[in-house]
């Protein structure tokens, strides 16, 4: 069995929180305007979301393919043409549905992060190191009973 370590598995959830949000980033930064690749990768660097193209490609790909994305080729006065990718109606509408959820999703959690959870009362407690057998309930077994 692999040893537990804390920050391997911190950067494997914050990798898996990153991948679980960049469809939605890219529209986001689509919706404001056309973007070639390179520039997409750039703005969310500057956001602190490190991405590569090996990554990024799939995605406008994926997009693109849904109908959120379509993209023209324009000429560049430094090399080959390039794919600008813009946002489409059907991308405008899914990004607005993408917006209330992360609007639901991080109210959620900003709420989460504030509370104070107060403990359970002590007898509510079973502790695990007793024997099933010992555990006492007055009340009919009801565990062949649907919820």
């Not at 057998?133 to 077994?141: A, H, R, V």
């Amino acid at each position: 069995m692999e040893a537990f370590n804390v920050n391997q598995t911190i950067e494997k959830v914050k990798s898996q929180m990153r991948k679980g949000i960049l469809e939605y980033c890219i529209l986001l930064i689509l919706h404001q305007r056309e973007a070639y690749s390179a520039d997409i990768i750039r703005i969310l660097q500057e956001s602190k979301l490190i991405i590569v193209e090996g990554t990024l490609y799939p995605l406008l790909s994926r997009l693109k393919n849904l109908g959120l994305l379509s993209y023209s080729w324009v000429e560049s006065t430094q090399g080959p043409p390039r794919k600008y990718y813009k946002i489409t109606e059907k991308g405008d509408y899914f990004l607005t549905h993408l917006n209330d959820a992360w609007l639901e999703i991080s109210h959620a959690v900003e709420d989460l992060s504030r509370r104070d959870f107060p403990a359970l009362p002590a007898q509510e407690y079973i502790s695990v190191s007793e024997p099933i057998d010992t555990i006492q309930n007055d009340e009919k077994d009801h565990s062949d009973q649907p919820l």
